[in-house]
Nanobody, 127 residues
């Protein structure tokens, strides 16, 4: 069992930056692919970024490429999402997720592939 807790959300002006963290407990996530998703009011939960269990592979949705960066520190059991040049349309609840399969080094963009989810952290970008 993996427990995920997000932190780092808040209110920021357009053009600003935030760094989200996702701390895992219950087991090491060295064998887990990780992902960030977000859900705006009235919308579906969308994939933002993912990282393979080794950290060698990453993937981003087009709207955040060049602005967001996903990383993980396996020694700290923590994943990060550095968000730069934030826009009002980035406003959403951000969720981290884990898919633990030590035999795969894939990145997963489909939410149904993930086994564990955090409770979410609110990010609000004002114009």
């Amino acid at each position: 069992q993996v427990s995920l807790v997000e932190s780092g959300g808040g209110l920021v002006q357009a053009g600003g930056s935030l760094r989200l963290s996702c701390a895992a407990s219950g087991r090491t996530f060295g064998g887990c692919a990780m992902g960030w998703f977000r859900q705006a009011p009235g919308k579906d939960r969308d994939f933002i970024a993912g990282i393979s269990q080794s950290g060698r592979f990453t993937s981003y949705t087009d709207s955040v490429k060049g602005r967001f960066r996903i990383s993980k520190d396996s020694a700290k059991n923590t994943m990060y999402l550095q968000m730069n040049t934030l826009k009002p349309e980035d406003t959403a609840i951000y969720y981290c997720a884990a898919k633990c399969d030590r035999f795969s080094d894939a990145v997963y963009s489909n939410s149904v592939r993930y086994d564990y989810w955090g409770q979410g952290t609110q990010v609000t970008v004002s114009s």
